[in-house]
C-alpha cells in the first residue's frame, strides 16, 4: 500500500478516530524467528489479556516454531500467517504489512506490535478494560529487562533490572540489559500510517500519545547459548540490508562474533562478574509478577 494511500485511508477514517469503542478489538503481530521456547507462553499471555487475535510473520524458522504457529491457527488464535523467506530483515517492512492486514482484513480498533520475547502487561489485568477509558491514538510503553538467573527456566526468573547510566564501572556492554531502553508503541487502527523499525514509534494522522502504565516484560536474553545464536542469526541477516539501519546491537555483537570475541562479550551483556554489585547498587530488583502471571497460564 503506498503512502498516499495509507494518508486517504487515514482521513477517511479520522471521525471515528476520535470515538472510544466500548469493547475494543485488538489484534497483536508478531515477527518470529527460532521462538519454539517462548512463543506457546506468549499467545497464552496475551490471549488471557484480551488480545482477540494474531497475525504473525515467520522468517525461516528451523526448530519447532511452525508447529507451535500451526496449531494455535487450527485453534483459532492465529488469525493469518505470513511465510517470510526473505533474508535481510526488513522488520519495518514485514510489520507494516500485518498491521495494514490488521486494519483492513481484521478490523483491529488498537494494534500491538510485538516480538515473541515481549510480554504486554496491562496495570487492569485485561487490555479490554484498560482501552475502553483511553482517549489518545498511541500509548507509550516502558520495558523491562528481565534478568537471566543462572539454573532455572525462563518462566521462573524474578528479577528484572534498572539502567545503569555509568556501565564502564561495572564493565558492562554498551548494549547490555542495563542500557537505556526506547520504550514501545500501541496504537489504534484509525489515523495509522507506519510503524517504526524496532516499534519504537509510529506515524499517524494527527498523533494524539500519551505515557500509559502499561509495561512490557522483555525477554531478550534467554541463557548464552541462546544469545549467541540470536546475534549470529540477527547480524547475518542485517548485513544483507542495503540500507543498514536499524538493529544497532546485533550488528555490534556480529562484528565482535566475526573477531571471536561473541562469548566475552555475553558476560558483559548480563553482568555476571558484577551481579552482587548490581544488585547491591539497586540495578536489580526483585519482581515475581511474570512468574506468578507464567505460572497460571493453561
Not at 516454531?65 to 488464535?77: A, H, M, P, Q
Request: glycine share 8%; with cysteine; proline share 4%.
Amino acid at each position: 500500500m503506498t503512502m498516499f494511500s495509507k494518508i486517504f485511508r487515514a482521513l477517511w477514517g479520522l471521525p471515528s478516530s476520535f470515538s472510544t469503542p466500548l469493547a475494543p478489538r485488538i489484534v497483536m503481530t508478531l515477527l518470529v524467528k527460532d521462538e519454539e521456547d517462548i512463543l506457546e507462553q506468549n499467545l497464552l499471555f496475551h490471549h488471557s489479556m484480551g488480545v482477540d487475535a494474531f497475525i504473525v510473520t515467520d522468517n525461516n524458522s528451523s526448530d519447532g516454531t511452525l508447529g507451535i504457529i500451526d496449531k494455535y491457527e487450527k485453534k483459532g488464535w492465529i488469525v493469518e500467517v505470513i511465510r517470510e523467506t526473505a533474508c535481510d530483515y526488513s522488520q519495518k517492512k514485514w510489520v507494516d504489512r500485518m498491521v495494514m492486514l490488521a486494519i483492513r482484513k481484521y478490523a483491529a480498533d488498537w494494534v500491538i506490535n510485538a516480538d515473541a520475547d515481549e510480554f504486554w502487561y496491562p496495570p487492569q489485568g485485561s487490555f479490554p478494560k484498560y482501552l475502553s477509558g483511553v482517549n489518545a491514538n498511541v500509548l507509550h510503553c516502558s520495558v523491562v529487562n528481565v534478568y537471566p538467573e543462572p539454573g532455572l527456566f525462563w518462566q521462573e526468573w524474578s528479577q528484572t533490572v534498572r539502567e545503569v547510566v555509568d556501565a564502564e564501572r561495572f564493565g558492562l556492554s554498551p548494549y547490555s540489559l542495563f542500557s537505556h531502553h526506547k520504550g514501545k508503541v500501541m496504537h489504534r487502527a484509525n489515523g495509522y500510517i507506519q510503524i517504526s523499525m524496532g516499534n519504537h514509534k509510529v506515524l499517524m494522522l494527527w498523533r494524539r500519545q500519551q505515557h500509559s502504565d502499561i509495561i512490557v516484560y522483555h525477554y531478550p536474553v534467554r541463557g548464552k547459548e541462546h544469545f549467541l545464536r540470536k546475534m549470529i542469526n540477527g547480524g547475518k541477516q542485517l548485513e544483507q540490508n542495503l540500507r543498514k539501519r536499524g538493529g544497532r546491537h546485533w550488528r555490534y555483537c556480529y562484528e565482535l562474533h566475526k573477531q571471536g570475541k561473541l562469548e566475552e562479550e555475553y558476560e558483559r551483556m548480563v553482568g555476571s562478574k558484577c551481579r552482587a554489585q548490581l544488585i547491591q547498587g539497586g540495578f536489580i530488583v526483585p519482581d515475581q509478577r511474570m512468574k506468578n502471571l507464567l505460572a497460571h497460564l493453561v
